[in-house]
């Protein structure tokens, strides 16, 4: 009888703990999870590697060999494509968690201001707020 699994012993709450960022065999790791994706993805891009270069050596052909190359500079590219990412990710993060906090904290003040003049109160700030 099937547990209702998605694939052997995964259940549906371990997959949609794993997409939300807990790792099995980690738990949460909360700031890193980001960057244990980014690893991982890196790390099965390596092993892909690997594999051409090894099926390459294998077949003598010139045609996988070049491929395999090009596979290599493709990987370095990577490489540096994520890293620029996990900056700028985290960089984006960091800027709409302080607005969003800035925007709670000078809610009430644009509540107040909107009793005082209706044209700049509550209604300027929800739009902000939702732009955000």
């Known amino acids: 009888m099937s547990n209702g699994g998605i694939v052997g012993t995964l259940s549906a709450g371990t997959v949609f703990n794993f997409i939300n960022g807990s790792i099995p065999f980690i738990g949460n790791s909360g700031a890193f999870t980001l960057l244990i994706y980014f690893i991982l993805y890196l790390g099965l891009f390596a092993a892909a590697l690997i594999l051409a270069f090894i099926s390459s050596a294998v077949s003598l052909s010139v045609t996988s060999i070049i491929f395999s190359m ?54 300027l700030g929800q739009k902000h707020f939702s732009v955000n």
């Open 70 to 123: 090009l596979l290599v500079v493709f990987w370095i590219v990577l490489i540096l494509i994520l890293i620029v990412n996990i900056f700028k990710v985290t960089y984006i993060l960091f800027k709409n968690l302080a607005t969003v906090y800035g925007l709670v904290i000078i809610g009430p003040l644009q509540i107040t201001l909107g009793a005082l003049f209706p044209q700049a109160g509550l209604v």
